[in-house]
């Protein structure tokens, strides 16, 4: 009987192995399959319309995990829909010059995450469709239930309709930071904060329970410039008077299918099977026919778009793409994240010795002539923006740098952003922020009057235990602390006011810890030039002598499938957002408690935007 067990569960266990080795192995056969589906060429058909189904984050940073979300969907899971940034405005200037591309039709609602589908990368994707439809090829929009950067991109269609029970949610910006403070009380959690700058408010939501005059002063101007920015630009496509767009946002703010058309924000009200009827018409398939209208997905045809040259074009199948090859390269490195110390893999983070690991692998490549430094950050940590811009620095010194900043580029985003030869931002780029900060949590009120727990100390020094998290700092440990953050804060205003050729009263006057528009940190000389990424990669070419065609190289490069495959077995998952208004009050709470845990620096110090800005 003992020998009929051992040779049962012996044979069980060969079985399961066996089966898990051979589901592995299918999983593994059927990403390779996935992903060589991916690289056949697809054929566009004549006549046919783009379509850019907006349903999706927008990112600056290539996908990180090529493959595995085709797979994720391949067995009925819900994966995450993002889209390149880089990738679909050059999908756009390609598509506007394809003889085979008769239109677009732009439908969906974005949907935006971490630092996604900001303002200013919408700005880039929203001058594509400008040139596209500068081409002669006519856009149609089709909107449901539409937010400010669903309306703001569609604006610029020829025909935009609405549907008739949909509405355009417009009612302005706002910011509604939450605050701890009272929390904090309550559970016996202290905190005590050493900075410099009369608008460095990162640490508002955890000493106070409402905004600092100066918070709500710099918050407000920001908000008003990015509006101004945003309304402008909508009145402009669809003909309006100045003003009428805020005149009717004041009035209405959710405005229905009806309003809409009559104040001429849409052409049309009509469903979705109407259009889908006229987008037959328009690319030659019968009204009555079970034949969908002659499309592309603008995802698809983003693979037909070479990522390594500078001209958008559409590649021959039968050609291999070579153009400017022998003329050396441009590299495009992302930093989108706030910045850690460390080198870790995780997405979402600026990692500081990862970051300068890679700018002085690219120092070192002659292959490369010129770096494009695209910023998407608020900051972080001192060290680890100081250990990038050491980087930049040194690259700086061999071949031309230039930044481009997204949708965030505010204090350790600007910092590493200040060595660079030539800045680029967008008028809604959020920058500026020079400002330095030490936040110390201790839990001795928990621990002691809550838990009953108590500490005792030995040291062989008076400060050893200066950075215990069970006691409040005394003064001298604070004014230890403070002397560092005014020493890092003399730095940072240093090397702004060196590396932007800037008068240091003017630094010290506009610093403070205060953040900026893109169009007013131009007017201070913070940036160079409003433009986006294609902007400042051509002129980073340009400075390089190759020309306007040249091959472009992009970093951190994608994993391979295998590489992502084997973190998704190690439990690397994403998780659905909470859904609802209870659900998205307890997101943000979350939300706002992690960036605790993102405070890594090992002196202490940050160099971070003075919150996170949730437009709304």
Not at 172 to 183: C, H, N
Not at 392 to 421: C, D, F, H, N
């Amino acid at each position: 009987m003992k020998n009929f067990f051992t040779s049962f569960f012996a044979t069980l266990t060969a079985l399961i192995v066996f089966l898990m080795g051979g589901f592995v192995l299918g999983f593994l056969i059927l990403g390779a399959l996935i992903a060589m589906g991916q690289k056949q060429p697809l054929s566009v058909p004549e006549g046919s319309y783009l379509v850019f189904d907006m349903a999706a984050n927008i990112t600056d940073t290539p996908s990180q995990n090529e493959g595995l979300e085709d797979l994720i969907e391949a067995f009925g899971g819900e994966a995450p829909s993002n889209l390149h940034l880089r990738s679909v405005t050059r999908a756009l200037y390609a598509a506007a010059k394809d003889k085979d591309v008769k239109g677009l039709y732009l439908t969906g609602s974005l949907r935006p995450s971490s630092y996604g589908a900001s303002f200013a990368a919408l700005r880039e994707v929203r001058d594509a469709l400008l040139a596209f439809k500068a081409s002669g090829k006519p856009i149609k929009a089709y909107l449901s239930f539409a937010v400010t950067r669903d309306y703001y991109l569609a604006s610029v269609a020829n025909e935009l309709v609405l549907d008739p029970y949909g509405a355009i949610l417009m009612p302005g910006l706002a910011s509604q930071p939450m605050f701890f403070a009272g929390a904090f009380d309550k559970f016996g959690i202290g905190v005590q904060v050493t900075r410099v700058g009369k608008y460095k408010s990162a640490v508002e939501p955890y000493t106070r329970k409402d905004m600092s005059p100066e918070n709500r002063e710099e918050l407000q101007k920001l908000l008003d410039d990015l509006w101004r920015t945003l309304v402008g630009s909508i009145e402009e496509t669809r003909g309006m008077k100045a003003g009428s767009l805020q005149h009717l946002v004041d009035e209405k703010g959710f405005i229905r299918a009806d309003v809409a058309l009559n104040h001429k924000l849409v052409d049309r009200v009509a469903y979705v099977d109407e259009v889908l009827t006229d987008l037959k018409v328009a690319t030659g398939v019968r009204k009555d026919s079970s034949q969908a209208f002659k499309q592309i997905n603008l995802r698809e045809y983003a693979r037909l778009v070479s990522g390594g040259s500078q001209l958008a074009q559409r590649n021959d199948p039968e050609k291999l793409d070579i153009s400017g090859s022998g003329k050396g390269r441009v590299a495009v490195v992302y930093a989108e994240g706030e910045i850690v110390d460390g080198s870790g893999n995780e997405e979402g983070y600026v990692f500081g010795a990862k970051t300068a690991r890679l700018l002085r692998e690219i120092r070192l490549d002659d292959s490369i002539k010129a770096v494009v430094l695209r910023v998407n950050s608020p900051g972080g940590s001192v060290s680890a923006s100081e250990a990038i811009a050491r980087e930049v620095r040194l690259l700086q010194a061999k071949k031309p740098v230039v930044v481009s900043m997204g949708g965030y580029a505010a204090s350790g985003g600007y910092w590493i952003s200040t060595p660079g030869e030539r800045i680029f931002a967008e008028p809604t780029t959020i920058t500026g922020s020079i400002g330095v900060y030490g936040i110390f949590l201790n839990f001795q009120g928990l621990m002691n009057d809550k838990l009953g727990l108590t500490f005792d100390t030995v040291k062989t020094g008076r400060f050893a235990d200066a950075t215990s998290a069970v006691r409040p700092k005394t003064a001298e440990e604070l004014a230890l602390f403070q002397d560092t953050v005014d020493w890092v804060y003399e730095q940072f205003v240093s090397k702004v006011t060196d590396n932007r050729k800037l008068d240091r009263k003017l630094v010290e006057e506009i610093a403070q810890g205060r953040v900026w528009s893109g169009s007013e940190a131009l007017k201070l000389g913070l940036v160079d030039e409003i433009g986006g990424l294609d902007a400042a990669t051509k002129y980073a070419g340009k400075k390089a002598g190759l020309g306007e065609n040249f091959r472009v190289a992009e970093y951190p490069r994608g994993k391979q499938f295998a590489e992502s495959f084997a973190e998704a077995l190690e439990g690397r998952r994403r998780e659905k957002s909470l859904a609802g208004p209870v659900g998205l009050l307890v997101g943000e709470a979350v939300r706002e408690l992690e960036t605790l845990k993102r405070y890594n620096d090992p002196s202490g110090l940050y160099a971070r935007l003075p919150f996170d800005l949730q437009l709304r």
